[in-house]
């Protein structure tokens, strides 16, 4: 929808021949409209007040909810390789020069 790797490509090579240094969020919650189908199994549910499983939806971890977020299961292990695996991957296939850890 956003021009995929090729075009990230391009906005990170454009912004660095401007001397921006990029510096990418690396969100513990993913899309809970689209999430990728790699991350679907991992995917946190909760019961509601009728008992019905939901998606947990993210949060800042006090008092707001994120609809358009859910949260992942990272109580296992394959999760926080799946998140370490996507910052490798920013790093070492488009150069960024620095990474946000959200909820850090």
């Not at 990418?24 to 689209?34: E, H, K, P």
């Not at 499983?53 to 296992?76: C, H, I, M, Q």
């Amino acid at each position: 929808m956003l021009g995929g790797a090729e075009g990230f490509r391009r906005l990170i090579n454009n912004a660095q021949s401007l001397n921006i240094k990029i510096v990418i969020d690396a969100l513990t919650r993913i899309s809970s409209v689209r999430p990728n189908k790699r991350y679907r199994k991992y995917l946190l549910s909760k019961l509601d007040d009728q008992g019905k499983l939901v998606p947990l939806f993210g949060s800042d971890g006090r008092a707001l909810e994120f609809e358009d977020t859910t949260v992942l299961n990272y109580r296992k292990k394959r999760v926080w390789e799946l998140f370490l695996e996507d910052i490798i991957d920013f790093r070492e296939n488009y150069g960024i020069n620095g990474i946000h850890l959200d909820n850090g």
